[in-house]
């Protein structure tokens, strides 16, 4: 049988970097594809490839068996191909209906024709569980059911070939069972699913073949039968989950680097920290549980009120920016694009930023003093290649590298980490890994926010688990496990270990 | 799909999604209501057939270029050439009308100015890629000159009859106003319409849900520009004759009306309710500070005072809290 | 190879060209006295749009820049002091009221958050209420002793105005690419959250950015009043989009984070250049000002692409 989508040999490069190399997949009817591979592995290059949102530099695209010269979107919809993308399509200022049809409007005289719609969008929504008010605007709702208003609109099309990408990485427990049985569903009405998902129970369960990707390259296409959770981790990782994360010796002191007693910021209510030198504190969670407000309120990035505080021997908060980096604390963001890097300017003004930032505005700057403490990052860190290029013109990693390293001339006593190895890519993991330690050893600070749990449990001296605006849990290196860590994230208490 | 389609359940979608929109822009309709009052108080004179007229005759024309701009920003881009464009219009009406067009030719001659200039403008900023707010301040050069050419100096006629019409006792400008209103209504009503606001929010989103996002933009634009020489017909209309620097004024008020009625420079932000009543809000301040004896001067500081605080205060207490 | 596919040297390089064609076609053109004018004019707009360029590339935009000419070249004719021979002091007082008017430009745009375009033309219209109040619709002459030598003096042959602008294009070059404080600047204007987690103090530099344009408008003001001799409601009219005009053409990005005051140096004259031009071309009002228009579209869509940024 043709398959109803596949892709054959497509490459695809972003600023001369590759990253997507002579890569094949088919999706047959009536069978849920797994697409795994870590972050920056090429996988929503794949899916913007299959749908048409960018051309292949190389390699084909099949529709039914036949290639198609130059797939646009306009193209894949016909196709009957549907994508739940990560980053949402929706419109914050439109109805869940009005989202739902976009582009897909039902008409009656030249008009869209609002009671089709409510109807044809109530029974979509009907499929995902969504009971909102049809009329409820978009941005009234919160990310787990505007991702349900994404996946509705996706099935409003009815489409032949369903790709997901990460759709259950915001929903709630229910949410994903809804979501679960519903692909069940529509595989056995002979659907053709994609599935990309970071939990591989969910995968194991759900999908019956799988393609892996690593840093571009197909390594797996096969059926997951007769294959076990560490099976498809070695195929992600290349090599055995526990090399990835280095060796290291607790460096923790008794002294505190940073002290805060009841503690506010954003959705962070009366929070009590000390963060102790030489040590790697993890800060863990479900996402948005107010875990970034936490490092921003530190960081005098947001407002922040306390009953006492002391910030590396000086009473008080910081209150901005460069106070706090003049108290020796220095924040890396987890979004590099939005908040970390300045892509359109060259590497070295990025890692310069910080000093252009703290120096008197009107002294003259040295243009190969610049560039010799830029050379000398880049070397130290392992970046390659011109550093007068565009910060966009490297790869995640990279550019993860370029945001920690501007911090390095100024010698932070606390480093913030906001989940440093978000789209980052394996090797590069294991660099940042290793740098947090050695920056412990020195005795310093560090206080790394991640959403990747094993990251924690390996890394981190002692880990805070952040549960609705509080700190939920402080799990000591003994009681450390994945286990420990979601239990306590979910609210599951195993109250022994909480400080 | 067949089935579900014929099965017409129940479910009231437009209303309720009209009613939605209230929401953002009560305060402002009770900001609108109180200087109403106000006004009602000064000039009693209002509640007649003829003050009612006149005031809804104030009000027109900076409602048709608070639209022109609104619908500009709700699709993310912005014309510095409104004012511009009004000059043209109205000298367009002002030479034709009175001659062998005819009233009607004139009106065409002036409908089709607006929607070319607008479609060309659009066609520039959308396809060709070119910041908006460059290329219309160029726009308004070459419009103004364009004005000034058709009509180097004051002058042209309206038929008197028309001028009646529509500036004399009768409110038919209130009964145009509502009609354009409800125009509009109907053009938000088709898939182009409403895809304004995704193509100004989330124009990859939206392109990806197969919205035509160039197009949308581009309609907006030469809407934008029919609405604005439209204004300029009428304050033709209003004073006789044309003026090649006439509606020069008009392109602050028309950002200063829609940014008053909650419309936002990021596109997809605001409503068209929004920026009608932030319109009236405007025109009855200045005709207020008409009535209390402020020189058309102090207006000039008065208005600038009052757009700045009138951004400002919202925002503040955003960051206060 | 970088130097000559870079932006200033391309709007140089049209300006030589616009220069050699029209010294051909129009005898007096290419005369010495005719170029020093122009570059006289140009200094100017080179002015206005020094800060302009600096508030553009920290990622805003200043439209009151026109209403600050015209209050630095009306309010200065009325202070008129006996007791300074020199007129210096009545010169530094304007430059201190429209520095101060820039400062208040930036206090909306940075605590208020009012978005750069209605902060600033809400001051511009602000600002033309307030002139009419001052001086109603008579021209003031002026009778400064600095400002009659700035706007008319030739020491070695080079107006004093050039002379002006050369001094000031230095500085905001230095400013602009060898100090601490100009690379803030990009970085705030390439992406502002970014900067901010950086260290960069936003609300100081965004003050300083409209602070400076305020400044530069208000020497412009003082320089179009010596060469004018007379201040009026209006004045200052064209240097609004003659300033944008010039910081576009000059390969500044409007959108902010990247260009060069050594782009719109050659901007600035080019636009004098053009219209020059078509006043010598001879035309009405209104086909020199869709001359003008056209031009500077044309110019647009032959170096104005923005490139796409993700």
């Known amino acids: ?499 | 799909m067949s089935t579900v389609s014929s099965a017409r359940p129940a479910v009231a979608l437009y209303w309720p999604v009209q009613a939605r929109r209230n929401i953002g822009v009560r305060s402002l309709f009770v900001v609108v209501l109180a200087f109403l009052i106000a006004y009602g108080f000064l000039f009693p004179g209002l509640f007649s057939a003829s003050g009612f007229a006149k005031f809804t005759q104030s009000w027109f024309p900076l409602a048709l270029v608070a639209m022109a701009q609104a619908i500009l920003m709700l699709t993310g881009g912005i014309s510095l050439a409104i004012g511009a464009t009004v000059s043209l219009g109205a000298v367009i009406a002002a030479t034709t009308m009175a001659g062998p067009l005819g009233v009607t030719g004139g009106a065409a001659a002036v409908a089709l100015t607006g929607l070319g200039i607008g479609a060309a403008t659009g066609f520039i900023v959308v396809r060709l890629r070119l910041p908006a707010i460059v290329v219309t301040l160029a726009g308004s050069f070459i419009i103004g000159g364009a004005a000034l050419l058709i009509l180097p100096r004051p002058g042209g006629a309206i038929p008197e009859w028309l001028s009646d019409l529509l500036a004399g006792d009768t409110p038919t400008a209130f009964v145009l106003l509502i009609v354009i209103v409800l125009l509009w209504k109907l053009y938000l009503a088709t898939p182009l319409g409403l895809s304004l606001y995704a193509a100004g929010e989330n124009p990859v989103g939206a392109y990806r849900s197969g919205v035509p996002v160039d197009a949308a933009r581009v309609a907006a634009y030469a809407i934008s520009g029919l609405l604005s020489t439209g204004a300029g017909l009428f304050v033709a209309a209003q004073t006789g004759s044309g003026d090649p620097v006439i509606g020069a004024a008009f392109t602050l008020n028309s950002i200063a009306a829609a940014v008053l009625g909650g419309i936002g420079f990021l596109g997809g932000q605001g409503t068209m309710r929004g920026a009608l009543a932030g319109s009236l809000l405007l025109s009855l301040m200045i005709s207020v500070m008409f009535f209390l004896g402020f020189t058309p001067v102090a207006q000039y500081v008065a208005q600038g005072l009052i757009i700045i605080g009138a951004v400002a205060i919202p925002q503040f207490r955003k960051v206060q809290q | 190879m970088a130097v000559l596919s870079s932006r200033p040297f391309l709007t140089v390089a049209i300006v030589a060209a616009v220069w050699i064609a029209a010294s051909f076609a129009s005898r007096g053109f290419g005369a010495y006295g005719h170029l020093r004018y122009l570059v006289e004019l140009g200094a100017v707009i080179g002015l206005v749009a020094a800060g302009q360029t600096f508030v553009v590339i920290a990622g805003g935009i200043d439209l009151s820049v026109a209403a600050i000419v015209t209050v630095s070249a009306i309010s200065l004719p009325l202070l008129s002091w006996q007791a300074d021979p020199t007129g210096l002091a009545p010169v530094l007082v304007v430059l201190a009221l429209t520095t101060i008017i820039g400062l208040v430009n930036g206090l909306g745009v940075a605590l208020l958050r009012v978005h750069p375009m209605i902060m600033t033309l809400a001051m511009a219209t602000f600002l033309q209420g307030l002139l009419i109040i001052i001086a109603g619709g008579s021209a003031v002459t002026a009778e400064n002793p600095l400002v009659h030598w700035l706007g008319n003096a030739r020491p070695a042959g080079i107006p004093a105005g050039v002379l002006l602008w050369v001094a000031v294009s230095v500085i905001v070059l230095t400013v602009m690419h060898a100090t601490p404080f100009g690379a803030r600047i990009f970085a705030m204007g390439a992406n502002p959250l970014a900067a901010a987690l950086s260290g960069v103090p936003v609300t100081s530099t965004t003050l300083a950015v409209y602070g400076i344009s305020g400044f530069t408008s208000g020497l412009a003001g003082v320089l179009v009043l010596g060469m004018n001799g007379q201040g009026y409601v209006g004045i200052g009219d064209p240097y609004l989009l003659a300033s944008i005009a010039a910081v576009v053409l000059g390969g500044t990005s409007i959108l902010g984070g990247l260009g060069t005051y050594a782009g719109t140096i050659p901007g600035a004259i080019l636009l004098v250049t053009i219209t020059a031009l078509i006043t010598v071309v001879n035309a009405s009002p209104g086909w020199r000002s869709i001359l003008f228009g056209s031009l500077i579209l044309g110019l647009l869509l032959l170096s104005g692409r923005e490139q796409a940024r993700r």
């Not at chain 1, 981790?233 to 002290?259: E, I, K, T």
Request: with cysteine; glycine share 10%.
């Open chain 1, 1 to 499: 049988m043709a398959p109803l989508l596949a892709a054959r040999g497509v490459s695809k490069s972003f600023f001369g970097n590759p990253v997507l190399r002579d890569v094949s997949i088919a999706l047959q009817p009536g069978r849920v594809h797994a697409l795994l591979g870590e972050n920056g592995a090429g996988k929503s290059t794949l899916i913007n490839l299959l749908s048409g949102a960018l051309r292949p530099d190389g390699g084909t695209i099949e529709v039914d068996g036949r290639a198609v010269a130059r797939m646009t979107p306009a193209h894949a919809r016909q196709a009957g191909i549907a994508v739940v993308q990560q980053e949402l399509s929706l419109t914050a200022s439109l109805s869940i209906a009005e989202n739902i049809g976009l582009g897909a409007y039902p008409k009656r005289f030249g008009l869209v024709d609002y009671s089709a719609l409510a109807a044809r969008a109530k029974a979509a929504c009907e499929l995902v569980g969504l009971h909102e008010p049809l009329s409820t605007p978009v941005g009234r709702l919160p990310l787990g059911r505007r991702q349900m208003v994404e996946i509705a609109k996706a099935l409003y099309r009815k489409p032949r070939v369903l790709i997901l990408d990460e759709p259950t990485s915001s929903l709630s427990a229910t949410e994903t069972k809804i979501l679960t049985d519903l692909l069940e569903r529509l595989r056995s009405e002979g659907i053709a699913i994609l599935y990309i998902s970071h939990r591989l129970n969910e995968v194991m369960t759900l999908c019956q073949h799988v393609t892996v990707l690593k840093d571009g390259i197909c390594t797996a296409d096969r059926t997951l039968e007769g294959t076990d959770a560490a099976g498809l981790v070695r195929l992600m990782v290349g090599r055995d989950p526990g090399d990835l994360f280095p060796q290291w010796r607790p460096s923790a002191s008794p002294a505190n680097a940073v002290s805060v007693r009841n503690f506010s910021a954003g959705l962070m209510r009366d929070v009590d920290l000390d963060i102790r030198t030489g040590e790697v504190l993890g800060i863990g969670g479900l996402v948005g549980q107010g875990q970034e407000d936490l490092l921003l309120g530190l960081y005098g990035a947001i407002p922040a009120r306390t009953a006492s505080a002391t910030i590396n021997g000086t009473p008080g908060l910081p209150g901005g920016v460069p106070r706090a980096n003049a108290l020796g604390l220095a924040y890396v963001p987890a979004d590099r694009k939005r908040e970390g890097l300045h892509l359109i300017h060259t590497i070295t003004t990025n890692m310069m930023l910080p000093a252009f930032a703290r120096l008197p505005a009107l002294k003259l700057r040295s243009r190969r003093a610049e560039r010799e403490t830029a050379r000398g990052l880049a070397a130290q860190l392992g970046i390659k290649g011109d550093l007068a290029r565009q910060a966009q013109a490297l790869s995640g990693g990279n550019q993860q590298k370029v945001a920690l390293a501007k911090w390095m001339p100024h010698d932070p006593v606390v480093l913030l980490l906001n989940d440093p190895t978000r789209g980052v890519d394996v090797e590069t993991k294991r660099e940042i890994y290793l740098m947090l330690r050695a920056f412990a050893a020195a005795g310093k600070a560090v206080v790394l926010l991640s959403s990747d749990t094993p990251e924690l449990v390996h890394l981190c001296e002692r880990v805070a688990v952040v549960r609705d605006g509080r700190i939920a849990a402080m799990l000591e290196r003994a009681a450390l496990s994945e286990e420990a860590i979601v239990s306590a994230a979910m609210g599951a208490e195993n109250r022994k270990v909480a400080a």
